[in-house]
Nanobody
């Protein structure tokens, strides 16, 4: 069974930065698509960003120009660099690994942005 573990969350003031990490095991990582979702308090889960095995990336409009996603296949890890953070970015961020017709979710890491 695959395992997905996030880290790097924390509390920052508006305008600050955080880098989230997600390590996946149990899948051929270089062939695994990785994505970051977030769940704000009282809000539905939304897709923030994803990166494919060939480094194609997509971002939700609200984070374009502020967030970047990258992967290090040697470390089985995907990163989400979050700059110019806003209070509306506050959420639990969850990582998803997708391989073939299977997907695996991490437990989530809290990001809190104060104004």
């Amino acid at each position: 069974q695959a395992q997905v573990v996030e880290s790097g969350g924390g509390s920052v003031q508006a305008g600050g930065s955080l880098r989230l990490s997600c390590r996946a095991s149990g899948t051929p990582f270089s062939q695994t698509a990785m994505a970051w979702y977030r769940e704000g308090s009282g809000k539905q889960r939304e897709l923030v960003a994803y990166i494919t095995s060939d480094n194609s990336t997509r971002f939700v409009d609200s984070v374009k120009g502020r967030f970047t996603i990258s992967r290090d296949n040697a470390k089985n890890t995907v990163y989400l660099q979050m700059n110019s953070l806003k209070p509306e970015d506050t959420a639990v961020y969850r990582c998803r690994a997708t391989w073939g017709d299977s997907s695996y979710w991490g437990q989530g890491t809290q990001v809190t942005v104060s104004s």
